[in-house]
């Protein structure tokens, strides 16, 4: 059973930081890595993809790496901004399954 | 183009009762995925629906089922409403089976039970 883990659960920084957000998985036999946005009470927005062949994707500001053989993803912000305030989850899925297993967040504060 | 739209936005059942909620997909998309999302946590995988058949269901009670039209939309339905079903209820499409690549989320629909 896959499980996904996000650390930390939340985290509050001044605006201009570049920041690290961390998701461990248990089982490396996925087919991808998501990360998402999640503004309060709204759905999910997806910002990056990482096929397990991959180690990284960028867009923007955003970088996320995989590592499968250790089981870890991080997502690099650089330069925050207050309009970067939201819940980051991460998500990896397995084609046994065909499901998405999601972490519980990162709530993420960016204070002007 | 329309994204994702899921009706009702909101939702107030009492226990006991049975609800629908709806998703439309985003147009040329033949994968619909269902999640529950509670209060604090990450979404948790419900159904998934792929040209029409379901190709995968995670831990729920059978109290909750699920389909697709042919059109691709589809509607979650679930009865004996308990108290603990209270949730933020996500669906996803995407044009490949499951989340293959990326899945493009609705905004949600928000159940009370009271």
């Known amino acids: 059973k896959q499980e996904v883990t996000q650390i930390p659960a939340a985290l509050s920084v001044p605006e201009g930081e570049n920041l690290v957000l961390n998701c461990s998985f248990t089982?490396?036999?996925?087919?991808?890595l998501q990360w998402f946005r999640q503004d309060p009470g709204k759905g999910l927005t997806s910002l990056l993809l990482?096929?397990?062949?991959?180690r990284e994707q960028t867009s923007g500001r955003l970088n996320a790496s995989l590592d499968k053989s250790s089981g870890r993803s991080t997502l690099y912000i650089a330069a925050s901004q207050p309009g970067d305030s939201a819940t980051y989850l991460c998500a990896a899925y397995d084609t046994g399954r065909r499901a998405l297993t999601f972490g519980s967040g990162t709530r993420l504060q960016v204070q002007p | 183009d329309a994204g994702v739209t899921q009706s009702p936005t909101h939702l107030i059942k009492t226990r006991g009762q049975h609800v629908t909620l709806r998703c439309s997909p985003i147009?040329?998309?033949?994968?619909v995925s269902w999640y529950q999302q509670v209060l604090g946590q990450g979404p948790q995988f419900i159904f998934q629906?792929?040209?029409?058949?379901?190709?995968g269901r995670g831990n729920f009670p059978d109290r909750f089922s699920a389909r697709q039209f042919p059109n691709y939309s589809s509607e979650l339905n679930v009865n004996a409403l308990l108290l603990g079903d209270s949730a933020l209820y996500l669906c996803?499409?995407?044009?490949?089976?499951?989340?293959?690549?990326?899945?493009?989320f609705g905004a949600g629909t928000r159940l009370s039970v009271l």
């Open positions: 147009s040329g998309h033949k994968s």
């Open positions: 990482i096929q397990s062949s991959q």
């Open positions: 629906y792929y040209e029409k058949e379901e190709r």
């Open positions: 996803a499409s995407s044009s490949r089976e499951g989340a293959k690549n990326i899945q493009y």
């Open positions: 089982d490396s036999a996925i087919y991808n």
